[in-house]
C-alpha cells in the first residue's frame, strides 16, 4: 500500500514511550505505525525524534487597541508557531466591556480567517461585570470554545468573585473549563503604595507588591470557587511554590484542576530585571521569582504536579522615544522558541524525561485543551509531526526568527535540539529551512466540551 506521507525510520517519541518506526499518513491523519512503509512522499527521520506536533495553549496575537496592542499578527505568529515545531496554538479573544461575548469571539474568528499556516483555537476573555454576558458561555462552548479566561487582577480586566463564582457555575453547566488569573489585586495595590511612598519604583521594586503568598491566596480562592461551581480549573502562569502547593492539595482532594507555567518562569529569575534593554519587557504579573521558586516550578512540571508548558508570548516592537531613548513594552516572545529551549533546559538539562517533554509540550495540552484529535502520534489521530533533532545547536537571535518584532527575550541563548520539520494535517508545513504552505493552511479547530 502507498500512503500519502510516510515518515521513515525516526525515533518515535511519545508521552508513554519511544520506538524507531515509520509514521504513515493518509488524508490528513496519522493512518499506521510501522516498518517498511511506503508513502508518495518520504521524510528520512533517521536519527531525529519525531513528535506529536506542539500545541501553545496560551498566546496572544495582535488585538487592535488603545493599548497592550502586540505585534506578532495570526500570520506572521502562525509562521513563527511552524518554524518552533507548533502545530496548534489557542489565542485569545479579549472581549472589549460593552461588547457581546459572541460577537467578540466571531469578530476574533474573522481576523485570523485565512492568515494561519498552522492550526489554532481561541478562548474567550470575560472582562465585563455583567450576569448577561455570564448567560452567554453556553454559546461560546457550543462554538467549539469551551474555555473561559477569567482575571482576579488588573483593573481593566478582573471581576468580582460573585461573577467568576457565577460564571464557573454556568461554565459547569455547559461542560466548560475555567481558566484563572489568579492574585490579589486589592493587596498588590496596597503593597504597590508602600513601595511607591518609600521611593521605589524600578520593575525589581515594584514585582516585591506581587508577594509570592497572595498568589498562593489567589489560587485557593479559585480552587475553592470551582470547587463550589463544580467545574475544572486551570491556573494560568504559576510562579510561586505557594501556588503550587494549593494546586497540588486540591488535587489531592480529588478536585479536577490543571496548572500551567509559562516559559519565563521556568528560564529566567528576578535577576533577569537588571538587564537594561530587555529587563522592563519582561512579565510582571505574576512577576519572576527567585531561584528557590524557580526549582519547585521545574520539580513539579517534572513530576506533572504541573500539566502543561505555554508561552504567554506577546512580544512588542522597540520604541524609541524623541531623546533617542529605548525600551521594550511588557511582552515576550516565545512561540518559536518553547519546544527548543525546553528540550535543551529540561531533556538535555536533566530535569525532564523526553517522556515528560513531550507530555508537557504536546500531549497534555491537547487533554486540558479538548483537542481530542491532536496531541499523540496514534492511528485516526490529525497528522501532525514534528521532526526534531536532539543534536542539532542553535543561537537565538531575533534576525533568525520569524516573529513580526525586532528582539528576541532569549537573544544569545544556545539550545541543544531543534525541529527540522513541521507536518500539519500531513502537509509538511516547515521543511529544510523553508515555510512550504500558504497562509490559511491553518484551521480553527472547535474544541469539543466535557462530557
Not at 519572576?288 to 521545574?298: K, N, P
Not at 530535569?351 to 496514534?378: I, N, Q, S, Y
Amino acid at each position: 500500500m502507498t500512503h500519502d506521507l510516510v515518515v521513515r525510520g525516526g525515533r518515535v517519541l511519545g508521552a508513554h514511550g519511544e520506538a524507531t518506526c515509520d509514521v504513515a499518513v493518509d488524508d490528513g491523519r496519522i493512518a499506521a505505525l510501522g516498518s517498511g512503509l511506503h508513502g508518495r512522499r518520504e521524510l528520512d527521520a533517521g536519527g531525529l525524534y519525531v513528535l506529536p506536533g506542539a500545541i501553545d495553549g496560551h498566546v496572544h496575537m495582535r488585538t487592535e487597541r488603545p493599548r497592550w496592542v502586540y505585534d506578532d499578527t495570526f500570520a506572521s505568529g502562525s509562521v513563527a508557531a511552524a518554524f518552533g515545531g507548533v502545530t496548534t496554538f489557542i489565542d485569545q479573544a479579549q472581549v472589549e466591556p460593552g461588547i457581546p461575548l459572541v460577537a467578540g469571539l466571531e469578530a476574533r474568528m474573522d481576523e485570523a480567517a485565512g492568515e494561519c499556516v498552522v492550526d489554532y483555537g481561541i478562548h474567550v476573555n470575560l472582562r465585563e461585570a455583567s450576569r448577561e454576558r455570564i448567560a452567554e458561555i453556553p454559546e461560546l462552548v457550543a462554538r467549539g470554545c469551551p474555555t473561559l479566561k477569567l482575571f482576579m487582577a488588573y483593573e481593566e480586566f478582573r471581576l468580582p468573585d460573585p461573577l467568576i463564582l457565577a460564571a464557573m457555575q454556568e461554565l459547569a453547566r455547559a461542560g466548560g473549563t475555567a481558566i484563572v488569573h489568579a492574585e490579589n489585586q486589592d493587596l498588590i495595590d496596597e503593597l504597590e503604595r508602600g513601595i511607591a511612598a518609600g521611593g521605589r519604583s524600578d520593575r525589581r521594586s515594584q514585582a516585591l507588591a506581587h508577594h509570592p503568598a497572595l498568589e498562593g491566596e489567589a489560587v485557593y480562592r479559585a480552587l475553592a470557587m470551582a470547587l463550589i461551581a463544580g467545574v475544572p480549573l486551570l491556573v494560568f502562569h504559576l510562579t510561586a511554590a505557594e501556588a503550587v502547593r494549593e494546586l497540588e492539595a486540591a488535587r489531592a482532594r480529588g478536585q479536577a484542576v490543571y496548572g500551567e507555567v509559562c516559559l519565563p518562569y521556568l528560564l529566567l529569575d528576578e535577576d533577569a530585571y537588571d538587564v537594561p534593554v530587555s529587563g522592563p519587557a519582561l512579565p510582571t504579573g505574576p512577576p519572576l521569582r527567585d531561584a528557590e521558586h524557580v526549582g519547585v516550578l521545574w520539580d513539579a512540571l517534572a513530576r506533572g504536579a504541573i500539566d502543561i508548558v505555554s508561552t504567554d508570548h506577546g512580544p512588542r516592537r522597540t520604541q524609541r522615544d524623541d531623546d533617542g531613548g529605548v525600551s521594550i513594552p511588557p511582552g515576550t516572545s516565545g512561540v518559536e522558541v518553547r519546544l527548543a529551549l525546553m528540550h535543551s533546559a529540561g531533556v538535555a538539562a536533566g530535569r525532564l524525561t523526553p517522556e515528560r517533554w513531550v507530555d508537557a509540550c504536546c500531549t497534555r495540552p491537547a487533554e486540558v485543551f479538548g483537542l481530542t484529535r491532536k496531541g499523540r502520534l496514534e492511528p485516526g489521530y490529525d497528522a501532525d509531526i514534528v521532526l526534531f533533532d536532539p543534536a542539532r545547536r542553535v543561537t537565538l537571535a531575533a534576525a533568525g526568527l520569524h516573529s513580526a518584532v525586532d528582539h528576541s527575550t532569549y537573544e544569545g541563548w544556545e539550545v541543544t535540539g531543534a525541529p527540522v520539520a513541521t507536518v500539519v494535517r500531513g502537509e509538511v508545513v516547515v521543511a529544510d529551512g523553508e515555510l512550504q504552505v500558504e497562509p490559511g493552511h491553518g484551521r480553527f479547530v472547535a474544541r469539543e466540551a466535557r462530557r
